[in-house]
């Protein structure tokens, strides 16, 4: 392998021995040396974080949802009272007209 990468054999010991840094450039020549993917080299499975991502992008869409549903109901339950008010505010008015004419 340090033959094929163009290195000592104790610089890629101190690669197998995670004393050096691999660089992504060198990481991709040993995937094409053992004809695999990088994906396969790491074992990353990127279709169990593609389906985390929607899992987590769902809730995070539902939670929006129920936040909107809040909302709507905080804002009809103001308006409810916004109204209340506002008809007992024309009988009060109503009621001074009144004695007003009197």
Not at 34 to 42: K, S
Not at 55 to 60: L, T
Not at 83 to 102: V, Y
């Given at each position: 392998?340090?033959?094929?990468?163009?290195?000592?054999?104790?610089?890629?010991?101190?690669?197998?021995?995670?004393?050096?840094?691999?660089?992504?450039?060198?990481?991709?020549?040993?995937?094409?040396?053992?004809?695999?993917?990088?994906?396969?080299?790491?074992?990353?499975?990127?279709?169990?974080?593609f389906?985390?991502?929607?899992?987590?992008?769902?809730?995070?869409?539902?939670?929006?949802?129920?936040?909107?549903?809040?909302?709507?109901e905080?804002?009809?339950?103001?308006?409810?009272?916004?109204?209340?008010?506002?008809?007992?505010?024309?009988?009060?008015?109503?009621?001074?007209?009144?004695?007003?004419?009197?």
């Open positions: 392998m340090a033959f094929n990468l163009k290195m000592s054999q104790a610089s890629y010991a101190k690669l197998e021995a995670n004393k050096t840094k691999l660089s992504l450039e060198r990481l991709d020549k040993i995937s094409k040396i053992l004809e695999t993917t990088i994906e396969d080299l790491l074992e990353v499975k990127t279709e169990k974080y389906k985390q991502n929607l899992y987590d992008n769902s809730i995070i869409y539902q939670e929006i949802q129920n936040l909107n549903q809040e909302s709507r905080l804002l009809n339950a103001y308006m409810n009272q916004v109204k209340e008010e506002n008809n007992h505010l024309k009988g009060e008015i109503e009621f001074l007209r009144k004695l007003n004419h009197k």
